[in-house]
């Protein structure tokens, strides 16, 4: 089994859009890929809230559905990952803050997966929740193509 966190600041906008997201293409094109995949925040302000609704919106509008609450990341969760697939870089500075520093090997940005390696800027700021998802598409593809490559592409 290979275990996928994905990574954002409140877990209702981009993680879970990411989980999501992953998730569909998986499922159609790695059928063979064992994988667990979830989506966690680095803070704790959003607990237990549903996907924010201009975030589902434009999940329902590329095909896309699924249940969510909001959890916080945790250390051992970081220690039990094999991959953790933050959206930008302040993410990764919280993430290995919470790590102490340790098991800097598996946390990537999302994008650094693509041929354009970048962050995918919040939508809760920048309201541009369809320039997120192209952003998140284009990063779980290419870590996709990472795995298929990497676990073998049957
Ligand atoms: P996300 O977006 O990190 O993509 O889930 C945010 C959601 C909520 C907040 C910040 C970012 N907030 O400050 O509550």
Same mark, same amino acid.
């Given at each position: ?8 600041l409140?877990?209702?906008c ?10 569909k293409?998986?499922?159609?094109r790695?059928?063979? +890929? ?15 809230n549903?996907i ?10 590329h ?21 953790? +697939? ?7 500075f ?6 102490g520093?340790m ?6 940005? +999302? ?6 390696p ?5 939508p809760w700021y920048t309201r ?18 990472? +795995? ?7």
């Amino acid at each position: 089994m290979i275990s996928v966190v994905f990574v954002c600041l409140g877990n209702i906008c981009r993680s879970p859009m990411a989980e999501l997201i992953f998730s569909k293409l998986a499922a159609e094109r790695a059928p063979q +890929l064992a994988l667990d995949i979830t989506s966690r925040g680095t803070s704790d302000e959003e607990e237990d809230n549903p996907i924010y609704p201009p975030a589902a919106k434009v999940l329902r509008e590329h095909g896309i559905t699924g249940a969510h609450r909001a959890r916080q990341l945790t250390k051992r969760e970081v220690v039990n990952a094999d991959y953790v +697939l933050v959206m930008d870089s302040s993410n990764l500075f919280d993430v290995l803050r919470l790590t102490g520093g340790m098991f800097s090997d598996k946390v990537f940005k +999302l994008c650094s997966f693509t041929s354009r390696p970048r962050d995918v800027a919040d939508p809760w700021y920048t309201r541009d929740f369809e320039g997120a998802y192209r952003d998140i598409l284009d990063g779980c593809e290419g870590f996709l193509r990472y +795995l298929l490559n990497r676990y073998g592409n049957k």
